[in-house]
């Protein structure tokens, strides 16, 4: 069991540009999260999907954030036009009968 | 306001003491209370939890005691070591079904010195 997978592990893009995160959630693990965490807000809750469908996107800015689940066995967080402010680590976690496990995250860095 | 909170930035304990970190919570729909480890560059990695009918948990050195009354769960490591420092990370959520949606406390830094 390789655990919850995101890539990149590293992404830089300069401000303006878009970027897509991916992540592979636990085989058979029906809900998956995707948080953010930074120095100052800790770690923040965006979105959640159970058995693929979007559930609660309360985290997530309504401007220029999208999350998406295809299919089960991967789910992207995309960014567009990205700021510096959106410079955090991004991660993704999936859950069954409520144990939750993450990912190590993908390093944003908007220049 | 924060939901979940952590009121210690950071702890400092010798070895062989027992660390107390503590949680404060608001909102009473929550019904599952969990610690995580955190490493520097590493996700965070679940400790142990309980849910809300029971008070207290134990697993090894680990015991998550929760005061539901006062809003309040806290995790004791007895023995503390070095290798117990890190960054520890509350959590509490309410069920949806058999999955939670966690909110997660700032931190608390714990430094078990030699």
């Known amino acids: 069991n390789a655990g919850v997978i995101q890539t990149p592990r590293h992404k830089v893009t300069g401000k303006g540009q878009e970027a897509t995160l991916w992540c592979e959630p636990i085989?058979?693990?029906?809900?998956v999260f995707w948080y953010r965490q930074t120095i100052v807000q800790g770690l923040e809750f965006l979105t959640y999907?159970?058995?693929?469908?979007?559930?609660?996107d309360s985290g997530m800015p309504k401007e220029r954030f999208s999350a998406q689940m295809p299919n089960q066995s991967h789910s992207t967080l995309k960014i567009q036009s990205t700021q510096p402010q959106d410079s955090a680590v991004y991660l993704c976690?999936?859950?069954?009968?409520?144990?939750?496990?993450f990912g190590k995250g993908t390093r944003l860095t908007v220049v | 306001g924060q939901q979940v909170k952590q009121s210690s930035p950071s702890l400092t304990v010798q070895e062989g003491g027992i660390s107390i970190l503590n949680c404060d919570y608001e909102?009473?729909?929550?019904?599952?209370f969990a610690w995580y480890k955190k490493y520097p560059d590493n996700s965070p990695t679940l400790l142990i939890s309980?849910?809300?009918?029971?008070d207290k948990r134990e697993d090894g050195r680990l015991t998550v005691f929760l005061n539901k009354s006062g809003k309040h769960f806290s995790l004791h490591i007895t023995a503390s070591q070095p290798e117990d420092t890190a960054v520890y990370l509350c959590?509490?959520?309410?069920?949806?079904?058999?999955?939670?949606?966690?909110?997660f406390g700032k931190g608390t830094l714990l430094t078990v010195t030699p």
């Open positions: 976690a999936s859950s069954l009968a409520g144990r939750v496990f």
């Open positions: 085989s058979g693990h029906s809900a």
């Open positions: 999907f159970r058995n693929q469908a979007p559930i609660d």
């Open positions: 909102n009473d729909m929550f019904d599952y």
């Open positions: 309980v849910r809300s009918n029971v």
């Open positions: 959590a509490a959520g309410a069920s949806g079904g058999s999955n939670y949606k966690l909110t």
